[in-house]
């Protein structure tokens, strides 16, 4: 039989019964790879010649069935391929036909610039929004400048917009430079005495007035449009004096290395801070004859990362049995700040709390905002003297309404109050304004959040005896990475306190009157590398700050309130931020007398709800 040349674009024919060679068929069947059609061909004839006993000596008649087989499954494919060509040119994004390849690539591209124009919108929008903003700010301080008969620094050149009248030289920033010349007098923050040292002026070894930066920067960017990773520019001023310190540090003019304050820790006052008694009747019959209840304050911004162990929590913040009141206040907690908008619940964090601080103790309240949590535990044994507790969320984030002036919660603060037999305590915890040169809007909300959180929690009037103010305030050290570098590289504590923005709000701006806080002597809290005690290594580097804070004021008693420890817990590496907490004994009211239970006040006797957990993701104003 002739061997025919096979065309491997037509179509083959399967072989006859009377094609099928006679002997018995050789095969290498490992390199036998067909379609299932030219499979059952092959099935075929192999049966077929097995049924007849086919002779070997036509084993050259079998070979021409193998390559009509392979003809057949060449063929196949080049059908699927001109197949797919032609489904590729008469894709469009919307047809049933995007999962080919080709067609996919070309629904993505086209979706990408979907979203590049929508994004494109948006940036422009707010750039529009933020340069009102900006106008607004501007005008306001010139006009307070006006009133208070302060000239201001101005720059013709915007960073951002271009050719924009902006002022870069804040009220602040003109009082501190003035007291620096010695043309300002100034009155000392209300703190212990081992916080003594933060009272004097920052002073250069040469020239004061340029070496210490105030350097505040009216120009606060509008945190409404960054997240808290980024910062804004440097002040020009900042960043002149910051150099001029650098070079007296040089040069020599500065001790080679100073000694940074041994911080508040539990360790130095653990012989001061004994456990409780173990029974609650002995407990509750201690604060009646002591009059006084020992306060433990927690701030922490846990960057939406899983917090440590129980037992870890327990050595570092809760310390078992030691404390009447526990209040934790957390920013980020348990979701970004972005998540925590569809889901805020905090349970898994309250959850951790409860059993981190043991049976002996109860939730009082909870209140969520957002990402920010506030929870008061206090323990059971004081049960009996507690009374009208209750709690309120001032939102300060972006503005979301239309008609009404709506804002949500990524940033605010969540005050929680109750009596303790006739004291009335509140406890607030806040996240405020981020970046570098945002002081004045920090400044406005601390105000803002103290006002509304008394008018809700009190709206008849009067004050709380005992107020603590705590959280992630994002105040900041003004200079650059390099000079705050080299200032804690030589433990120069004294000027990094004197140019933190707090301690310098604390004395000029009347919305911290009668606030307090404790020596300001652990290490800056923020930000650090991941599990690490190095601070931001980043392409951002941002400056080492005191962000998360502890104030306190007494308003009935000036000696009602006095700090035991105030510290950071360095162990707890979860987070980019260091828990601060601090200890406090309070006086209670009262305490001794024969009515000591019966003045707690109108209501005492309703239930107040003890274990309530509120939640919200903005506020209406």
């Known amino acids: 039989m002739e061997i025919q040349d096979i065309d491997p674009s037509s179509s083959p024919s399967p072989p006859s019964k009377s094609n099928i060679p006679t002997s018995k068929p050789f095969v290498d069947k490992t390199n036998l790879k067909t379609s299932p059609k030219a499979s059952s061909y092959i099935k075929q004839s192999l049966s077929s010649a097995n049924s007849l006993n086919l002779d070997s000596n036509k084993e050259t008649d079998w070979k021409v069935a193998i390559e009509q087989a392979k003809a057949y499954k060449s063929f196949k494919k080049q059908q699927s391929l001109k197949s797919k060509e ?112 933060v009272t004097s002026p920052v002073k250069s070894p ?136 569809v889901v805020h619940s905090k349970k898994n964090w309250e959850e951790a709390v409860v059993e981190a601080c043991g049976d002996k103790y109860i939730k009082l309240r909870s209140h969520t905002l957002q990402a920010t949590h506030n929870m008061v535990m206090v323990h059971r044994a004081l049960l009996p003297l507690l009374s009208q507790t209750n709690s309120v969320a001032i939102a300060t984030g972006h503005n979301v309404g239309v008609i009404s002036k709506q804002q949500l919660g990524n940033k605010g603060g969540i005050g929680i109050s109750f009596c303790l037999g006739k004291t009335s305590f509140l406890f607030i915890n806040a996240h405020l304004a981020a970046h570098q040169n945002a002081t004045e809007k920090r400044n406005t909300e601390f105000e803002r959040i ?72 652990f290490k800056p809290t923020y930000k650090f590398d991941k599990g690490t005690d190095t601070y931001d290594s980043s392409k951002k580097k941002r400056i080492p700050s005191w962000t998360d804070r502890i104030l306190w004021k007494q308003t009935a008693d000036p000696d009602a309130i006095k700090v035991l420890s105030y510290a950071s817990a360095n162990g707890i590496k979860t987070s980019d931020h260091r828990p601060v907490y601090g200890t406090f004994d309070c006086k209670l009211k009262g305490a001794g007398e024969n009515d000591f239970l019966a003045g707690r006040g109108a209501g005492a006797e309703e239930d107040h709800e003890i274990g309530l957990a509120k939640s919200q993701v903005c506020s209406l104003m």
């Not at 469009?92 to 124009?117: C, F, G, I, M, V």
């Not at 409780?276 to 701030?299: F, H, N, W, Y």
């Not at 008394?454 to 005896?465: A, I, M």
């Open 206 to 341: 040469k020239q004061s007035a340029k070496v210490s930066p105030d350097l505040l920067g009216a120009n606060a960017e509008n945190e409404e449009q960054f997240s808290d990773d980024e910062d804004s520019d440097e002040d020009n001023d900042v960043v002149e004096s910051s150099n001029a310190l650098l070079a007296s540090i040089r040069d020599g003019s500065v001790e080679d290395k100073q000694a940074w304050p041994e911080a508040l820790t539990d360790e130095l006052v653990d012989d001061v801070i004994g456990a409780l008694p173990e029974e609650d009747p002995d407990v509750l019959q201690a604060v009646k004859d002591s009059g006084k209840v020992l306060v433990r304050v927690i701030t922490w911004n846990q960057q939406a990362k899983k917090p440590p162990s129980t037992e870890d929590m327990r050595k570092s913040l809760f310390r078992e049995n030691k404390y009447h009141i526990i209040v934790v206040g957390t920013e980020e907690c348990e979701n970004s700040i972005a998540k925590s908008i």
């Open 450 to 521: 103290s006002r509304e959180v008394v008018e809700g929690l009190k709206p008849d009037g009067g004050d709380f005896d005992c107020i603590f103010w705590a959280g992630d305030m994002n105040y900041r050290i003004n200079g650059t990475r390099q000079v705050v570098d080299v200032l804690l590289a030589k433990e120069m504590h004294e000027v990094m306190v004197h140019n933190d923005q707090l301690s310098v709000a604390m004395q000029t701006n009347p919305a911290f009157e009668g606030f307090a806080e404790g020596p300001l002597n």
């Open 86 to 197: 032609r489904q590729g040119k008469e894709h469009t994004p919307n047809t049933k036909a995007k999962k080919d390849d080709e067609s996919l690539q070309k629904y993505r591209e086209w979706k990408e610039q979907q979203k590049k124009k929508i994004l494109e919108t948006a940036i422009a929008e707010k750039k529009q929004k933020l340069k009102k903003d900006r106008e607004e700010e501007a005008t306001a301080v010139a006009s307070t400048l006006e009133k208070a008969g302060t000239p201001t620094k101005v720059d013709p050149v915007d960073p951002l917009f271009g050719k924009e009248i902006s002022f870069s030289t804040s009220a602040s920033a003109h009082f501190l430079t003035a007291m620096m010349n010695g043309e300002a007098a100034i009155s000392p923050i209300k703190t212990e005495e081992a916080s003594s040292a």
